[in-house]
């Protein structure tokens, strides 16, 4: 049930998807792996559009060099707090009522079951394909949505993974690309953090299409894009038991 | 057979199309399709190995689905080439 005060406070974006869809918010608890340049946009847009409940991780700190995308964070917490609980004061000033639970390590194979039990969705907001692989091996073994994005210069891709639906991430890059210190300006993962948002809100308030099946890749230096309409890959080793089941 | 190919991002900067169409014989496979993108866009020579093996720096999908150098292609195939990103 939403308070007076929250009936207020999302007022205009109930006018978007009603009353119930606003409750389906508060109701969900949505895991960011990764509070960098993609996590930062992701975290300000859910916590201020009423996410129930948020687990964010990164085992990292914020350093000089990150404040030029990673815009949660600021001059005063470089080097000296967790990105988790940076971004938890930020958040927490922006929206008092939304739960804010935060991870500082890194995700493993021996933490993820315990770490990510109850979370609705997860947001990739990672910056390395190992970790992006068991964020994708666990979602498609639980069944739940994965919001996939990668950035670089000026471009980058999104597309919503629904295991048993949808091709996986390993399905569609079953090679991790090769680790490199990457060009980035923070419009991009603006750009991209906010679409990853976006897919989320979408996925739970039932408002709208999701990118489900789709892979949407966008140049901003030239303000072009295309949906490539994406296929699972029979012979997947992480989802094509999945997919079987399902016929 | 007729082969669509879509360029995206970096792609479509160097080599100044959006996408291009190739006449192959029945025979033809993605590695074929990456050698003669490299003999008609040069420039994309340093992204795609002209021994047509998929690299590091590219990612081919055909037809939606990800596709290995060996892919044998069928007409009216479509394949669309991208950068591997990472970052977040």
Request: aromatic share 8%.
């Given at each position: 049930?939403?308070?007076?005060?929250?009936?207020?406070?999302?007022?205009?974006?109930?006018?978007?998807?009603?009353?119930?869809?606003?409750?389906?918010?508060?109701?969900?608890?949505?895991?960011i792996a990764g509070i960098g340049g993609l996590g930062s946009p992701v975290s300000i847009y859910l916590t201020a559009a009423g996410i129930g409940h948020l687990l964010l991780i990164d085992e990292q700190k914020p350093e000089l060099s990150n404040l030029n995308r990673q815009i949660v964070?600021?001059?005063?917490?470089?080097?000296?707090?967790?990105?988790?609980l940076s971004a938890k004061e930020k958040l927490n000033q922006l929206n008092s009522e939304v739960k804010i639970e935060t991870y500082s390590k890194r995700i493993s194979r021996e933490n993820i079951e315990e770490l990510l039990n109850g979370v609705n969705i997860v947001v990739d907001a990672l910056d390395n394909f190992e970790t992006r692989y068991l964020l994708n091996e666990f979602c498609v073994k639980s069944g739940i949505p994965l919001i996939h994005s990668a950035v670089e210069g000026l471009y980058g891709q999104i597309t919503t993974i629904i295991p048993g639906k949808t091709p996986c991430l390993k399905c569609l890059f079953p090679n991790p690309p090769k680790k490199i210190k990457f060009p980035i300006i923070g419009v991009t993962a603006g750009f991209f953090g906010v679409l990853e948002a976006n897919e989320v809100l979408k996925l739970i308030?039932?408002?709208?299409?999701?990118?489900?099946?789709?892979?949407f890749i966008y140049d901003l230096s030239r303000n072009e894009g295309e949906w490539i309409?994406?296929?699972?890959?029979?012979?997947?080793?992480?989802?094509?038991?999945?997919?079987?089941a399902k016929i | 057979m007729k082969v669509k190919v879509k360029?995206?991002?970096?792609?479509?900067?160097?080599?100044?199309?959006?996408?291009?169409?190739?006449?192959?014989?029945?025979?033809?496979?993605?590695?074929?399709?990456?050698?003669?993108i490299v003999e008609d866009f040069p420039r994309l020579k340093k992204w795609i190995p002209q021994n047509g093996e998929v690299s590091d720096y590219v990612y081919v999908l055909l037809n939606g689905k990800y596709a290995p150098s060996q892919t044998q292609l069928k007409n009216d195939d479509e394949i669309v080439l991208f950068p591997p990103v990472a970052g977040g």
């Open positions: 049930m939403l308070s007076e005060r929250e009936l207020i406070r999302y007022d205009r974006q109930i006018m978007i998807f009603g009353k119930n869809a606003q409750e389906k918010l508060k109701k969900a608890k949505v895991a964070h600021g001059e005063e917490d470089v080097e000296k707090k967790t990105k988790t308030t039932g408002y709208g299409n999701n990118l489900i099946g789709k892979l309409d994406v296929k699972p890959n029979p012979s997947c080793p992480v989802c094509s038991d999945k997919l079987l | 360029f995206s991002t970096i792609f479509r900067e160097l080599s100044g199309v959006d996408k291009t169409e190739f006449s192959f014989p029945q025979s033809a496979t993605v590695g074929d399709t990456l050698k003669k």
